[in-house]
Structures are given as structure tokens and as C-alpha cells.
């Protein structure tokens, strides 16, 4: 297997992970705290976009050299531009079509959003995130 596929199995692997953070973050801030669902849901994507970060530092680009504090701050910066915007707007945008325009079920839009998005967000983190 290439290292290339190792690392898009390993982003696939934090990235799940980071749904269950996600989910779990928003119940507690909805249901726990009783936050507005969208504020608890900026928050609950922000959680997941940090613990992703921090995985795919540890586990999923472990192999690049790190740098020191600064250096982690670009990548951070650039991972919110990238996989942040991605997320939000790709999904924003790809359920808007799905659903509207094309009628696929909700459930099923939201797979193919995230599964569309996932790609570019892989794309952005190797390109542009984590580049050497």
C-alpha cells in the first residue's frame, strides 16, 4: 500500500473518531448546558476540528518534521482555512443541492456530503495542511 493510501485510511480513522466527538460535544452543550443548538453546534464543530488537528499530528502526517510552537500555529490556522471552510460550506452547499435540487433522501445527501467533503478535506490537509 502506498503511503499516500496509509494516510488517507488513517485521516478516514480520526476523522470517524471525530464524528463521535462531535455528536458528543453537542449534546452536552444542548442538552447539558442547555446552549442555543447553534451555538452548540459551533462549538461542537470547533471541539471536533481541534481533536482532528491534534490526531492528525500525532497519528495521521506523524512522519513530517514538526517544528516548534509556531510552526503547529500555521498548521492550525491553515487547517481551520481549509478543512473548516471545507466542512461547512461543502456540506452547506452540497446539502443544499442534494436535497433541493436533486430530492435524494436527507440521510442519504448527508452521507454523500460528507463523503464528497472528506475527500477535498483529505486533499487540503495533504496539500496544503501538513505539506512538507
Not at 464524528?19 to 447553534?38: D, E, P, R, T
Not at 490526531?55 to 492550525?76: N, Q, S, V
Request: hydrophobic share 55%.
Amino acid at each position: 500500500m502506498t503511503p499516500l493510501a496509509v494516510r488517507w485510511l488513517k485521516f478516514n480513522l480520526v476523522g470517524l473518531v471525530g464524528i463521535v466527538v462531535q455528536m458528543g460535544a453537542f449534546a452536552l452543550f444542548f442538552s447539558a448546558l442547555h446552549l442555543n443548538y447553534l451555538v452548540a453546534t459551533g462549538l461542537a464543530v470547533e471541539t471536533a476540528v481541534l481533536h482532528n488537528f491534534v490526531w492528525h499530528e500525532l497519528y495521521t502526517w506523524k512522519h513530517l518534521p514538526r517544528g516548534g510552537a509556531r510552526d503547529t500555529g500555521w498548521r492550525l490556522l491553515r487547517f481551520h482555512a481549509g478543512n473548516g471552510a471545507i466542512s461547512i460550506l461543502g456540506n452547506l452547499a452540497l446539502m443544499r443541492l442534494f436535497v433541493g435540487g436533486l430530492r435524494i433522501h436527507h440521510y442519504v445527501a448527508s452521507a454523500l456530503a460528507i463523503a464528497v467533503c472528506s475527500l477535498l478535506n483529505f486533499a487540503a490537509s495533504e496539500w496544503f495542511v501538513f505539506r512538507k
